[in-house]
C-alpha cells in the first residue's frame, strides 16, 4: 500500500481539528510514541495527535482517509506485542486526553467511559461506589480501558471473572472512513445481528478506535485475602492447582512465579524474600463478603496446598501484607529489564496440566540458544509467560531469536496451546501466525479487515503475513 506524507497542509488540518497544541511534531516528543513496552521494536511517527473527543477522532480519520495517512491508535503504550508501534510513519492518535467517565449508573451497574482512561483510575472511582470492573491486568497503572479493549486484555482475576470483553457491552467506534458507530448499549443481552462490537473488541486497533465504552459492572467484594504458597517444584504447584479447582471454591487468581524469578527480583529489590530458594511460587487470590467464609476458603486452601508438599501458606489479610505478597509479581517486568537483555516476552497459553511440561520444554529450548526462560503468570487459566533473556554481554542474532521463537511456538501447539493469550499478534508476532493459524482463517480474516478498511490505513502492518 502506498500512503502519503504528512505535509504542512495535513498538519494545517490536524491543527484546526484538535487545537495547535494537540498536535506534536517535535522529534523528542515524537520519539515517546515510537515505542511500546515490547523490547526490540520502534518507529518514528511523523506526527502525534491527541484527540478530545470522539467527533475529533472522526474527523482525524476522514482527512487520514482521504489522503491515506496512515493511523496508529495509542492508549498507555504498554503493549507487549509492538501493536501501538507506527510502522509505516504518518499519525499516531493518542487517546491519552479522553479520561472522563461520562455516568456511573448504579441501577443498571453500568458505567459509561471514554476510553483513555486509566484502568486503575477507572477502578478507584468505581470503589467509591462500591463497584467493581474486574480485569486488571498487571500494567493497569498504566494501560487505557481503550487499549484492554483493543487487546482484550485480562489478568490475574481472568479465572473467576473472565476478561474485558465479558464486561463490555456497548462501544462507540471510529471507523477507518471517520464514520462513527455507535454499537450496544446497557445490554445485557443482544442479538441484534452480527455481533460487530465483539468483532472490534480483540481487534488490536486494526478496525476501528473505540472512543467510549459502556461497561457491565459487579459488587465490589468486601474481603479480599491473599495467600503466598511457595513449593519445591512446578509439578506440586499444577497439582495444588488442579485439586483446588476441583473443590467448591473459586479463587479470584491463582498466579505463579517460578524459582529463577523471584531469586531474580529478590537482586533487583536487594533483599531475602520470602522462601526464595523454592522453585514454584503461587499467590491464591480469594474473595467475597462474609469474614468467615472467607477464612474457612483460605483453610482449606492451606489444607489442600499441605497435602501437595506446599513449603508454607503465608496469609495476607491487610492491605498492606497483601500488596507485600503481590511485590514481587508486580516487579518481575522492571527486574528482567533492569538485570537481563530481554529477547523477547512470551505470552504462550495451554491446557493448564500442560504447565509443567511446558515450562520445561521452554526451557531447553532456550538453553540450547544460550538463553534463559524465566516463566511466570496465570496458572489457573494456563497463560504462561515466557520472558527469555540473554546476559547483558551477550549477543544472540535475529535469525537465532526467529528460529528459537519458532520452536517455543511448536512446542506451545504441540501441547494443544496457542501463541497468544492476551498480549496479541501485533508485529512481534506476524511472521508466526500461520504456524497458529490456518490459512483459510487468514484469508477469511483479511476480508474482514478489507471491509472495514479498504486503505489498510488503521494500524496498518498489524497482525497479517505480508501486511
Ligand atoms: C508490566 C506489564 C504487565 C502487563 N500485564 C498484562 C496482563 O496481566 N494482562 C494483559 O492482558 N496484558 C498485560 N500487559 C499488556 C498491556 O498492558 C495490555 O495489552 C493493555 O491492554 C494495553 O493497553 P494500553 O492502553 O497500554 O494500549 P497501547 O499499548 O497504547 O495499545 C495497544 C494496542 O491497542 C490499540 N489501541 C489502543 N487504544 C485503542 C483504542 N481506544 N481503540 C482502538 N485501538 C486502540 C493500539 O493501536 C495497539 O494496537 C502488560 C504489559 C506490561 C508492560
Not at 295 to 301: A, E, V, W
Not at 350 to 367: D, E, G, M, T
Not at 394 to 422: C, F, H, N, W
Request: hydrophobic share 40%; charged share 25%.
Amino acid at each position: 500500500m502506498q500512503y502519503a506524507k504528512v505535509n504542512e497542509k495535513i498538519i494545517k488540518r490536524l491543527k484546526q481539528i484538535v487545537g495547535p497544541t494537540n498536535v506534536l511534531t517535535d522529534p523528542e516528543a515524537l520519539e515517546n510514541y515510537s515505542h511500546d513496552e515490547t523490547p526490540l521494536y520502534s518507529a518514528m511517527p511523523e506526527v502525534v495527535i491527541k484527540c478530545t473527543s470522539t467527533e475529533q477522532v472522526a474527523e482525524v480519520m476522514q482527512a487520514a482517509h482521504e489522503y491515506r495517512i496512515p493511523v496508529t491508535p495509542r492508549g498507555g503504550g504498554t503493549c507487549l506485542s509492538a501493536g501501538a508501534v507506527p510502522v509505516h510513519g504518518g499519525i499516531v492518535l493518542s487517546l491519552e486526553k479522553m479520561t472522563k467517565i461520562q455516568e456511573i449508573d448504579k441501577d443498571n451497574m453500568m458505567a459509561i467511559v471514554e476510553t483513555g482512561i486509566v484502568t486503575e483510575q477507572l477502578g478507584k472511582e468505581l470503589a467509591k461506589h462500591g463497584l467493581f470492573f474486574p480485569p486488571d491486568p498487571v500494567s493497569l497503572d498504566s494501560c487505557t480501558i481503550g487499549g484492554n479493549i483493543a487487546e482484550c486484555a485480562g489478568g490475574p482475576r481472568a479465572m473467576k471473572y473472565g476478561v474485558t470483553r465479558n464486561y463490555i457491552t456497548g462501544i462507540v467506534a471510529v471507523l477507518p472512513d471517520g464514520t462513527i458507530a455507535k454499537i450496544g448499549g446497557k445490554l445485557l443481552k443482544n442479538v441484534t445481528g452480527y455481533d460487530l462490537m465483539n468483532l472490534i473488541i480483540g481487534s488490536e486497533g486494526t478496525l476501528a478506535i473505540v472512543t467510549e465504552a459502556t461497561i457491565r459492572l459487579l459488587p465490589r467484594p468486601k474481603i479480599v485475602v491473599d495467600l503466598l504458597i511457595p513449593f519445591v517444584c512446578v509439578e506440586d504447584a499444577m497439582n495444588f492447582t488442579v485439586e483446588l479447582l476441583h473443590t467448591d471454591i473459586t479463587p479470584a487468581a491463582i498466579e505463579f512465579m517460578e524459582g529463577d524469578v523471584v531469586r531474580m527480583v529478590s537482586k533487583y529489590l536487594g533483599r531475602e524474600l520470602p522462601y526464595q530458594n523454592a522453585n514454584a511460587h503461587t499467590i491464591v487470590e480469594i474473595d467475597g463478603n462474609d469474614k468467615n467464609r472467607v477464612r474457612t476458603m483460605y483453610d482449606r486452601i492451606g489444607d489442600i496446598a499441605m497435602k501437595f508438599g506446599a513449603l508454607d501458606v503465608l496469609v495476607g489479610e491487610s492491605v498492606r501484607d497483601r500488596e507485600k505478597i503481590w511485590e514481587p509479581r508486580k516487579k518481575i517486568g522492571d527486574t528482567l529489564k533492569d538485570l537481563t537483555k530481554n529477547v523477547t516476552r512470551e505470552d504462550l497459553v495451554v491446557p493448564k496440566k500442560q504447565i509443567p511440561r511446558l515450562i520445561s520444554q521452554l526451557k531447553n529450548c532456550a538453553k540450547n540458544y544460550g538463553a534463559t526462560v524465566y516463566a511466570f503468570g496465570h496458572l489457573g487459566d494456563g497463560n504462561i509467560h515466557a520472558d527469555v533473556s540473554i546476559e547483558k554481554s551477550k549477543q544472540v542474532s535475529p535469525s537465532e531469536i526467529d528460529k528459537m521463537r519458532r520452536e517455543m511456538y511448536e512446542i506451545t501447539i504441540s501441547l494443544g496451546g496457542t501463541i497468544t493469550a492476551e498480549h496479541g499478534i501485533g508485529l512481534s508476532k506476524i511472521p508466526y501466525l500461520r504456524i497458529a493459524v490456518d490459512d483459510k482463517q487468514i484469508e477469511l480474516m483479511k476480508k474482514i479487515k478489507a471491509v472495514f478498511d479498504p486503505y489498510e490505513i488503521l494500524n496498518p502492518g498489524k497482525i497479517f503475513p505480508d501486511s
